[in-house]
C-alpha cells in the first residue's frame, strides 16, 4: 500500500508565507498541497520549493473531501477537541491529509465537519497557547512521514540534496486551471464578497478568514 500525505489550505486571503509552508510540505514528503477557495499565493520563502511540490486547487471543502476520498484517504484536522489524539502516538491508519486551524479560532465547523479524525500537539512549557501554524503543520508532517515509514532523503556534508528542478518550471505563485474553472471561481469570489469572506479590492484582508496564522505571525 503507497502511503501520501496532502496539507489542505483553505481560503486563503493574507497569502504571506505559503512558501514557508510549501517549503516544510516539500522537505516532509508531501505529495500535494490543496488550495481551497483562492488559487493564487505569494511564494515568498519558499526557497524554489514550490518547484517540486504539486499543487491543487478547489472551489469547496467537499470538492476537496470528496477527491481524497476516491484516493481512500483520511483527512485529518490538526485541532485541541475533545475526541484529538496527540500527534506523538501516531494515531494514521492510511494516506491522511492535514486540514490546519487558525491559532486564535481554530477549525470552523464546516472545517471540522470534513474530518475524519483530529490530532493536537502537545505542549510542554506555558509561555503561548498554541503554536504558528506552519510549525504546527512541520511537527505534524514530521510524525506522520515516521509513521510512514519515508525514506530519508541522500545528505551531502550538512545539507540535503536537493532534486533537480523539473524543466521549463516557472516561478510558481499561481495553482493553474482551465477557462472554465476561472469563470466558476470568480463567480465564487463574488459570492464570498457578499457574504464578507474576503474582499474583491485586492487588499486580501479578511477578518472572517480562518487560516490567518498560516500567513502572518
Known amino acids: 500500500m503507497v502511503v501520501e500525505s496532502y496539507v489542505v489550505v483553505h481560503n486563503i486571503a493574507k497569502r504571506h508565507n505559503v512558501g514557508t509552508l510549501a517549503r ?3 522537505a516532509l514528503g508531501v ?5 481551497v477557495g483562492r488559487r493564487d499565493f505569494n ?3 519558499s526557497h524554489g520549493s514550490t518547484s517540486h511540490l504539486r499543487f491543487r486547487h478547489f472551489h469547496s471543502l467537499l470538492d476537496a473531501r470528496h477527491f481524497l476520498k476516491e484516493k481512500d484517504c483520511d483527512i485529518c484536522g490538526v485541532e485541541i477537541t475533545d475526541n484529538a489524539v496527540a500527534v506523538n502516538q501516531h494515531p494514521f491508519k492510511r494516506s491522511t491529509a492535514f486540514l490546519l486551524g487558525n ?5 470552523s465547523v464546516k472545517e471540522c465537519e470534513i474530518c475524519d479524525f ?3 500537539i502537545p505542549q510542554y512549557g506555558g509561555g503561548t497557547a498554541s503554536l504558528n501554524v506552519t510549525v ?17 532523503r541522500i545528505r551531502d556534508g550538512n545539507k540535503f540534496v536537493v532534486a533537480e528542478r523539473p524543466a521549463q518550471q516557472m516561478r510558481r505563485n499561481y495553482c493553474t486551471e482551465t477557462a472554465d474553472s476561472i469563470i466558476e471561481e470568480r ?17 486580501g484582508e479578511s477578518p472572517s478568514n480562518l487560516l490567518d496564522a498560516l500567513f502572518g505571525d
Not at 31 to 35: A, D, F, G, Q, W
Not at 103 to 107: A, D, S
Not at 138 to 151: E, N, Q
Open 24 to 26: 516544510s510540505a516539500s
Open 31 to 35: 505529495s500535494e498541497l490543496i488550495l
Open 43 to 45: 511564494s515568498f520563502g
Open 103 to 107: 491559532e486564535g479560532t481554530g477549525l
Open 118 to 120: 483530529f490530532v493536537y
Open 136 to 152: 504546527a503543520a512541520s511537527i505534524v508532517l514530521h510524525h506522520f512521514g515516521v509513521w510512514a515509514g519515508f525514506s530519508e
Open 187 to 203: 463567480k465564487i469570489r463574488r459570492q464570498n464578497a457578499s457574504n464578507g469572506f474576503f474582499d474583491e479590492s485586492g487588499s
